[in-house]
């Protein structure tokens, strides 16, 4: 079941990235509109929901259940993504809190907590039901992030403990491997156990999450030039050992020996 869970997203996501047609035109102006793509997609997940709560007020009773299915669908892609990412090996759980991360939270999970609110109180207004889900909210709120905040703090213990300080994501790259078989990852794995590195030691030499090795290994991420520099150098190889599956003169005729 799970299997074919994570077969469905695949197919969504690449409909939706399109990574094989021409819908978004060549590398450079794929990767624009994916920046421009994920841009609106972050400021539609807070326009729509603090519309929404702005508007139950003044609209009343008849317009609670057009907003609240206006919420699900924009909430439904948002975890659609979460699980998509998290089924592809990456840790969601946040290293740390900062004032950005603080200021989104906020901002993501007020709306909803106000439309709720709003929705009881046009519903009933006569009744004290909405002081029960505005506490309830707030209450709700606080152990989210509390919970996220100790998952948060584990992650930074497991990866100080393994020696994954200072780790960061590669600054771009492909969702998937070129390499259709694998044998990119077949031969990055085979250089990292012919010299005795594990892929936690890997991933601390390149600064990068264990995960994004594992992915590379299986072939489910095809990393960016400076990462796949740096992979060759901490495996001491060369990128072209590792990922040019044909080197160069590879299955041309050779030469005529000089007499």
């Not at 979460?82 to 993501?108: C, E, H, M």
């Not at 991933?203 to 489910?220: L, N």
Request: charged share 20%.
């Amino acid at each position: 079941m799970m299997d074919r869970m994570t077969t469905i997203l695949d197919r969504v996501v690449r409909w939706c990235l399109d990574p094989d047609g021409d819908l978004y035109g060549d590398e450079r102006e794929r990767f624009r509109w994916y920046e421009g793509m994920t841009t609106a997609a972050s400021l539609q997940a807070l326009l729509l929901p603090w519309a929404a709560a702005v508007m139950v007020l003044p609209l009343g009773k008849a317009s609670v259940l057009p907003l609240a299915v206006m919420l699900a669908a924009a909430w439904a892609p948002q975890m659609l993504a979460t699980l998509y990412v998290g089924r592809r090996q990456v840790d969601t759980t946040p290293r740390t809190w900062s004032a950005k991360r603080i200021l989104l939270f906020v901002l993501n999970v007020v709306p909803y907590a106000l439309f709720v609110v709003g929705a009881l109180y046009v519903s009933r207004p006569g009744d004290s039901s909405w002081q029960g889900a505005a506490f309830g909210s707030a209450f709700g709120a606080l152990l989210g992030v509390a919970a996220t905040v100790v998952k948060g703090r584990r992650r930074a213990r497991r990866e100080a403990l393994a020696g994954g300080r200072g780790l960061m994501t590669p600054p771009s790259g492909p969702v998937r491997s070129p390499d259709g078989d694998g044998a990119a990852g077949t031969r990055v794995r085979a250089a990292r156990k012919e010299i005795g590195l594990t892929q936690q030691g890997l991933a601390a030499a390149v600064q990068v999450s264990r995960q994004t090795i594992i992915a590379m290994e299986t072939g489910d991420y095809a990393p960016s030039v400076y990462l796949a520099i740096k992979v060759a150098k901490a495996l001491r190889s060369s990128v072209e050992a590792l990922w040019d599956p044909e080197p160069p003169g590879e299955g041309l005729p050779r030469a005529a020996a000089a007499p």
